[in-house]
C-alpha cells in the first residue's frame, strides 16, 4: 500500500470508541450471513436488527438509552422471516424502512421517544419481490421514494406514499446483485453484481448508462459507491482472494484510476462515503478495524489516512448522518459498531486547539428537506439536494409528526430542525411581544 507524507487537514483523524456507559449493551444482534450493515441512525434513534424466534425484529432505541437494554425491550416484529436490511428515511427521523427474507419491504413509523409495546403493524407493506428482500435505500433528495433490491435479481423504486412500484429492473441484472445505491441527487443508481459487473442505470428509464465487467477477479461481493464528480469507488476480492479498493470514471471505465490490495483477510468491505470531506470509511465484517482514505482528484487519487483499531470483531456498522454530529468536538463522523452483544458508537475527530466553529470542516451539507415529491420525480423532475448550514449545531427536537390517513405518508422533519435552530431568535421576539402586551393591556 503507498503511504506518501502529503499535506491535508485530514492526516491526523483518529477513532476513538465511546465510555462503557455510553454502549448499548445485553443486545442480540442477529446472526445471519448477509452483507448489509445491520444497523441504521439517525440524530433521534439508532436502530439494530436482532435474533428473533419466529420471524424477524429490529431494535429502535432513542439515541440517550444507553447502558443495558432488558431483555423486555419492546421491538418491531412485523416480519414473518429475518430482517436483512433496515434503513431510516432521510427525510423524517421517525421513519424507518425494513426488507425480509418474507419477500416483503415494510414501512414503520417510530413514536417520539421511541417504542413502549412491540410493534408489528407497519404504515405501509411493499410486495413485489418473488425472493428475499436484502437491499434498501431511500432517495437522497425525493420524497418517498425508496429503491429494494431483491435476491430475485430485481430491483424496484417504489412511490412510498401511494405504496406502488412505479419501476421494476428485472431484466439486467443476470445474478444476484450485491450492492444498490443512489448518487448524491438520485439522477442514478449504481449496482454490484455477483457475475463481476457494475453498473450505472438511468432509474426512471432501468436502462444501462455505463457497465464495467470484472472490476474485481475475486468470486466474493463487490461493493460500489458514487464519490465525488461522478467517480465510483469499489470494494472487492482479487483472483488470490487479496481485498482491494478502486476508483473508476465511469465516462471511460476501461481501466481503473488506481486499484489498491490492502490484506487478505475474508470480510466483505462496507463503503462509507462523506460527500464533504471525501474521505471514505472502509469497515469489514468480521473485521475489528476502520480503515479510511481521503479520495482526490490527484494521483494515486485514494490516499490511505489511517486505521482505527480495536479488539473485538464487528458484525455490522451504522453511520450518523452529518447534522447528528457534535460540531463543536471537530467530530466528522459517527459509527455504531455491533458487537455479538452491544453497540459501540466510534467517534471520528479532526484532532483542532481551538473550540470555535470549524468551517474548513463543516461546509454546508444535506439537510432534511426534500426538494421534489415522489410524484414530480417519478414524472421526469430532479432535485438537487438542499443544504444546510451546521455552524449553530442541530437538536433534533421532540415535536412529533403524526400521519393521519395511510396513504398521506412521510411528512418531512425539516420543520423540526428550522424550529430548533431559530430557537435562540424566537426567544428574543417573544420577549419584544411580551412587553408590548404588558403595556397593551395596563392601557
Known sequence: MLKVVRASKFRHVFGQGVKADQCYDDIRISQMTWDSNFCSVNPKFVAMIVDASGGGAFLVLPLNKTGRIDMSQPTVCGHTGPVLDIEFCPHNDNIIASGSEDCSVMIWEIPEGGLVTPLKDPVVKLEGHSKRVGILSWHPTA???????????????????????????????PDLIYSACWNRDGSQILTSCKDKTIRVLDPRKGTVIAEKEK????????????????????????????????????????????????????????????????????????DSSIRYFEVTDEAPYVHYLSM??????????????????????????????????????????????????????YPDTMGPEPSVEANEWFEGKEGQPILISLKDGFATTTKTKEFKVHKSLLKTTSGELETSISAAKSFRVWKLEFVFWCQFSHL
Open 143 to 173: 420524497h418517498n421514494v425508496l429503491m429494494s433490491a431483491g435476491c430475485d435479481n430485481v430491483v424496484i423504486l417504489w412511490n412510498v406514499a401511494c405504496g406502488e412500484a412505479m419501476v421494476r429492473i428485472d431484466s439486467v441484472h
Open 215 to 286: 472490476t474485481h477477479e475475486g468470486s466474493r461481493p463487490v461493493k460500489a459507491v458514487f464519490v465525488s464528480d461522478g467517480k465510483i469507488l469499489s470494494t472487492g476480492f482479487s483472483r488470490m482472494s487479496e481485498r482491494q479498493v478502486a476508483l473508476w470514471d465511469p465516462k471511460s471505465f476501461g481501466e481503473p484510476l488506481t486499484l489498491q490490495e490492502l490484506d487478505t483477510s475474508s470480510g466483505v468491505l462496507l463503503p462509507f462515503f462523506d460527500p464533504d470531506t471525501g474521505i471514505v470509511y472502509l469497515c469489514g465484517k468480521g
Open 308 to 361: 482505527y483499531s480495536s479488539k473485538e470483531s464487528q458484525k455490522g456498522m451504522g453511520y450518523m448522518p452529518k447534522r447528528g454530529l457534535e460540531v463543536n468536538k471537530c467530530e466528522i463522523a459517527r459509527f455504531y459498531k455491533l458487537h455479538e452483544r452491544k453497540c459501540e458508537p466510534v467517534v471520528m475527530t479532526v484532532p483542532r486547539k481551538s473550540d470555535l466553529f470549524q468551517e474548513d470542516l
